[in-house]
């Protein structure tokens, strides 16, 4: 039985993607490294906590020490990195602490896992040659786009805000381990995921949240920035291709090829509410309200997703239209069972 370590596996993707891992891979145990800030939530993991190949630990990647003694302890021979700060305006507000966790983190968890799998540069240990480290980041280290063009695996990294600064810093220092030790690593960037489970300061919740209790939602700027969307559980299949049979020191670009700006996604959710839970009095759109724009708001994302198409054969299940209509209608059994 081969152990993976997962870390920030109660977050939003993470705690998608461990349920299909366990499913996907009844040879593999699960160790979920994540410290439980406020956007990690255990009870996005209940229905595997029974499961005798899932372990949960309370933990900090930044904390060596603890690193290194979960290394020890469960023998990992893998590692699925998801841990990190990802608001962009908590960014804005406290970029240290995105720095310390994104960079220093993810520095701090390659190296254990470099010391712990290889003897010296391109010499791994005996018995540990199949292991493999798998960063997740994000499009948005690449910067933004006009209206025409795609990100690709080539796209020149130009991030234009702590966050994204910070992901580009740990793509960075995952790179330079594959070609300075010889370390098995694979990157996926992917675009905007959406889906169930995710923190409620998130766009798509947060739209569906304040139409439900009957706020002003709130849309930055003109509401025509652009996105890619991502249902999730699309991303957790090419996360596991990637992990098992993607080149090794290579980039996969993982996006939706569903490009819709804030004001389609505010429209859709509240029409889709409208139909699903309608009002006494008037429409959800009525409570849409334009805001003051956030600083240094990149205009346009859009993911060129040919690469993992073409080489894994991965293909996204869900268009915009099938994955919100899916994810409204889990956040209004979420709801409907809080307030009831």
């Not at 894994?312 to 919100?324: D, P, Q, R, T, V």
Request: with cysteine.
């Amino acid at each position: 039985m081969k152990t993976i370590l997962v870390t920030g596996g109660a977050g939003f993707i993470g705690s998608n993607f461990i349920p299909y891992f366990l499913d996907a891979h009844p040879d593999v145990d699960l160790i979920n490294l994540d410290l439980l800030t406020y956007a990690g939530n255990l009870e996005n993991l209940k229905d595997v906590t029974q499961n005798e190949r899932y372990t949960f630990v309370k933990g900090d990647i930044c904390d060596r020490k603890s690193v290194e003694g979960l290394f020890e302890k469960y023998d990992i021979k893998g590692v699925v990195h998801f841990a990190a700060e990802s608001h962009v305006d908590n960014s804005i507000k406290n970029p240290g602490v995105f720095i310390e966790t994104n960079v220093k983190g993810t520095f701090t968890l390659i190296d254990v896992a470099y010391k712990y799998w290889m003897e010296k540069p391109f010499l791994v240990k005996s018995g540990y040659s199949d292991c493999r480290f798998h960063h997740i980041s994000t499009d948005e280290v690449y910067g933004t786009l006009g209206a025409a063009g795609l990100f690709s695996e080539t796209t020149p990294y130009a991030p234009n805000s702590p966050y994204s600064a910070s992901k580009a810093g740990s793509d960075m220092i995952v790179r330079s381990y594959h070609h300075t030790y010889g370390m098995q690593t694979v990157i996926t960037n992917c675009s905007n995921n959406y889906g169930p489970k995710q923190h409620q300061e998130k766009l798509i919740p947060t739209v569906i949240r304040k139409a439900l209790s009957g706020e002003i939602i709130p849309i930055y700027g003109d509401g025509k920035n652009v996105r890619d969307w991502l249902y999730v559980k699309d991303h957790c299949r090419g996360i596991d291709l990637v992990f098992h049979k993607g080149k090794v020191g290579e980039v996969y670009n993982i996006g939706g090829r569903n490009e819709r700006n804030n004001n389609y996604i505010a429209h859709t959710i509240c029409t889709l509410l409208d139909e699903l839970s309608p009002k006494k009095n008037g429409s959800y759109l009525d409570q849409i309200s334009y805001v003051e724009d956030r600083a240094g708001h990149d205009r346009r994302y859009a993911i060129d997703a040919s690469k993992i198409e073409k080489e894994l054969g991965w293909k996204a299940n869900e268009n915009f239209e099938s994955g919100i209509k899916k994810t409204v209608k889990w956040y209004l059994k979420i709801f409907k069972n809080v307030s009831s």
